[in-house]
């Protein structure tokens, strides 16, 4: 059982940065691949970022790749998603995920969910 708890998002402007935080919980919460999905608005869910277990490895949608970093803090049990270069259409509702896996990509379907934060980038 793992629970996830998304934070940071808010309104920026195009162009400008921001940094979503997800704080872990749970049993063994930090053996898995944490990753980051965004849904905007008539969209289905799409896989924005994954990282492994030991943060030794990520995968980033080439949509974002450049832009977005995520990492993580298995101290803190802490993801983080840092996006720079915002753009509108990256406007949505950030989820954190939580996989079975200790490594993932954006074919792997993640396991836990968290309740989501909203990004809105204005132009």
């Known amino acids: 059982q793992v629970q996830l708890v998304e934070s940071g998002g808010g309104l920026v402007q195009a162009g400008g940065s921001l940094r979503l935080s997800c704080a872990a919980s749970?049993?063994?919460?930090?053996?898995?691949?944490m990753g980051w999905f965004r849904q905007a608005p008539g969209n289905e869910r799409g896989f924005v970022a994954a990282?492994?277990?030991?943060?030794?490895?990520?995968y980033y949608d080439d949509s974002v790749k450049g832009r977005f970093t995520i990492s993580r803090d298995n101290a803190k049990n802490t993801v983080y998603l840092q996006m720079s270069s915002l753009k509108p259409e990256d406007t949505a509702v950030y989820y954190c995920?939580?996989?079975?896996?200790?490594?993932?990509?954006?074919?792997?379907?993640?396991?836990?969910w968290g309740q989501g934060t909203q990004v809105t980038v204005s132009s």
């Open positions: 995920t939580a996989y079975t896996l200790r490594y993932a990509s954006s074919t792997d379907s993640p396991r836990y």
């Open positions: 749970g049993r063994t919460s930090s053996s898995y691949a």
């Open positions: 990282i492994s277990w030991s943060g030794d490895s990520t």
